[in-house]
């Protein structure tokens, strides 16, 4: 017997309407989740969403309030700007419903302390919209870095995610005003490279990072732009730069004693259903150094769904699995890994404010 589907609810924010027909999309493909109530305090302007593009069962409620009160609603994905998230989600948690938190989920570990305090407190699911990892590509490359044999131990990480934004982006969009996100590109493109760091690291936390010269803030103090340098105990360090001023670009490189992985998209693949990765083992120069002996190989994985539908899927099982048993039965710590990731973004921001003194990263 099929189980019953996962009733979400999901609150819009402006321009973030636009995101959520997308993920509307996404869940019309899984079996395991069902979207019921958007709540979006504009639903009635002539630039919020209104009722087409969705299911014709989805409740439109013009609060917040009323999806969280909604009793058919069982899990709410929250994708507001970073300074509103942390209270949206703690009034999710506190009604006793499942949190899906768009990143980056929240100003600072502070503010996340609390959303994850009221998750476990009404024993209710968190995860965070890093949609990337959900793709089958990154089981794959997970298994590569792992092998001793064939990548050996992570010496170094680079990891790029860059867009151009428009005008209209610059001048306008949430991530870059200081009242709703403050964050800029640091909380939206560095989230993913920081993210990409920690998972090729195995979530081992840097003991300090260093924010690299030459980070660009728009007029109300956001950043544009910034990288860092991160460090680790053991010998190992990454570097990554994120930006919405420079090309398209989603790069991750990790080197081992052994082997090395690149990825050249890692955040939106290429393809919708195919994602593709390089890995090289043992790579060395021809007796004379005209060329490459054990070259690097091309893989391919394909996918049944987008990764926006994985992510639905497994944060449905994730949930399901609460109802039914009463406990998390997942053994990925999904809180961990996304406060992990805060704190070192909350490093890299203090290293900036402090002209690129090395920060220590907390715990």
């Known amino acids: 017997m099929a189980e019953t589907p996962i009733r979400l609810g999901m609150l819009g924010y402006g ?19 069902t979207l019921v109530a958007i709540g979006n305090r504009r639903i009635h302007k002539a630039t919020a969403i209104t009722p087409e593009g969705f299911p014709e069962w989805v409740k439109m409620y013009e609060s917040y309030e009323a999806v969280l009160d909604d009793p058919d609603v069982d899990a709410v994905y929250v994708p507001l700007p970073a300074k509103l998230q942390p209270e949206w989600a703690v009034a999710v948690a506190e009604r006793k419903k499942h949190v899906l938190l768009d990143k980056p989920v929240a100003p600072d570990v502070a503010e996340l302390d609390r959303v994850l305090a009221a998750c476990e407190a009404n024993g ?12 089958p590509r990154t089981a794959e490359m997970e298994e590569f870095i792992s092998d001793r044999q064939r990548f050996g131990q992570v010496k170094s ?14 001048e306008n969009d949430f991530r870059l005003k200081p009242d709703l996100d403050g964050l800029g590109a640091l ?12 998972w090729a ?10 924010a690299l010269p030459g980070s660009v803030f728009n007029k109300g103090g956001v950043l544009l732009s910034c990288g860092a340098s991160l460090i680790w105990g053991d010998g190992k360090a990454a570097t990554f730069h ?8 989603m790069e991750i490189t990790a080197t081992g004693t052994k082997g090395t992985l690149q990825v050249h998209d890692f955040v939106v693949p290429f393809q919708r259903y195919t994602a593709s990765y390089s890995t090289a083992s043992g790579s060395c120069l021809e007796e004379l150094p005209t060329g490459w002996k ?11 769904l987008p990764q926006e539908a994985l992510m639905m899927q497994k944060f449905a099982g994730l949930v399901a699995g609460i109802k039914r048993n009463g406990k998390e039965t997942d053994n990925m710590n999904w ?12 490093a890299v921001k203090i290293s900036i404010e402090k002209g690129c003194e090395g920060v220590e990263v907390g715990s």
């Open 15 to 33: 321009e973030i309407s636009r995101r959520l027909s997308k993920l509307s999309k996404a869940i019309d493909l899984v079996p395991n989740i």
């Open 242 to 249: 994120c930006s919405v001023l420079s090309n398209l670009t």
């Open 157 to 170: 990480i680079y990891t790029c995610f860059t867009y151009y934004a428009n005008p209209e982006f610059l």
């Open 335 to 346: 809180p961990a890994m996304s406060r992990k990731t805060q704190l070192v973004l909350d």
């Open 187 to 198: 909380g939206d493109a560095g989230w993913y490279c920081i993210r990409a760091i920690l």
């Open 201 to 210: 690291a195995d979530y081992q936390l840097p003991n300090s990072v260093t």
């Open 124 to 135: 209710v699911q968190f995860m965070d919209g890093t949609v990337w990892v959900h793709h």
């Open 294 to 304: 054990a070259r690097p190989s091309e893989h391919s994985v394909v996918s049944d």
